[in-house]
């Protein structure tokens, strides 16, 4: 059974920082594709940065320059380093994986098979 467990969220002013985490269990091998997604209220889900199990990262333009993604494979573990935040950034920040490469952009929820419960991200101005 494979479990992600967000962690990390909380609430900031604008220009704060956060990381976000996710611990990653249950697989038999490693996924191929881990990412972050968001959701505000009434909107939709969207991708922010996926990151392949080579390295290989890509990001959502809102969001260049000010998040990183990267991984941890001893610990299993996928961290969000959120820098800059802006009050846009608001939203529930979820953890998703698939054993499939990542998509060539940073993708739908429909391309990711596995999901964690989400932390909340607010950013205040």
């Known amino acids: 059974q494979v479990q992600l467990v967000e962690s990390g969220g909380g609430s900031v002013q604008s220009g704060g920082s956060l990381r976000l985490s996710c611990a990653a269990s249950?697989?038999?091998?490693?996924?191929?594709?881990m990412a972050w997604f968001r959701q505000a209220p009434g909107e939709e889900r969207e991708g922010v940065a996926t990151?392949?199990?080579?390295?290989?990262?890509n990001y959502a333009d809102s969001v260049k320059g000010r998040f990183t993604i990267s991984q941890d494979n001893a610990k299993n573990t996928l961290y969000l380093q959120m820098n800059s935040l802006k009050p846009e950034d608001t939203a529930m920040y979820y953890c998703?994986?698939?054993?499939?490469?990542?998509?060539?952009?940073?993708?739908?929820?429909?391309?990711?098979?596995?999901w964690g419960q989400g932390t909340q991200v607010t950013v205040s101005s």
């Open positions: 990151i392949e199990v080579d390295g290989s990262t």
């Open positions: 998703a994986a698939d054993s499939r490469w990542c998509p060539a952009l940073i993708g739908k929820p429909y391309d990711f098979d596995y």
């Open positions: 249950g697989y038999t091998f490693p996924p191929h594709c």
